[in-house]
């Protein structure tokens, strides 16, 4: 398993919000091996950001899920392939 929480916030000198901040986020790995198989799903939230410098816009959260199936083998000669879906 892993995971992060990335939170970063800032303002210039004059007390404006720094352009082009990354909105906050967090992120959950789970991850399992058997034998030739391996699996894994990612999980990652970003909040809305609202904190925004002069010109730019307010942009909404979003949640992006990723999952991999792998299955890796050997044939002749010491040559090792891997089938990912």
Not at 23 to 49: F, M, S
């Amino acid at each position: 398993m892993f995971s992060f929480a990335d939170f970063l916030d800032g303002e210039l000198s004059d007390n404006t919000d720094v352009p082009l901040l990354p909105p906050k986020g967090v992120a959950l790995r789970l991850e399992c091996d058997g034998g030739n198989w391996t699996a894994n799903v990612l999980w990652i939230h970003a909040y809305d950001q609202n904190n925004v410098a002069e010109l730019e816009t307010d942009t909404p959260g979003y949640d992006l899920l990723n999952a991999e199936l792998a299955l890796t083998g050997s044939g002749r000669d010491q040559f090792e392939w891997q089938l990912l879906i």
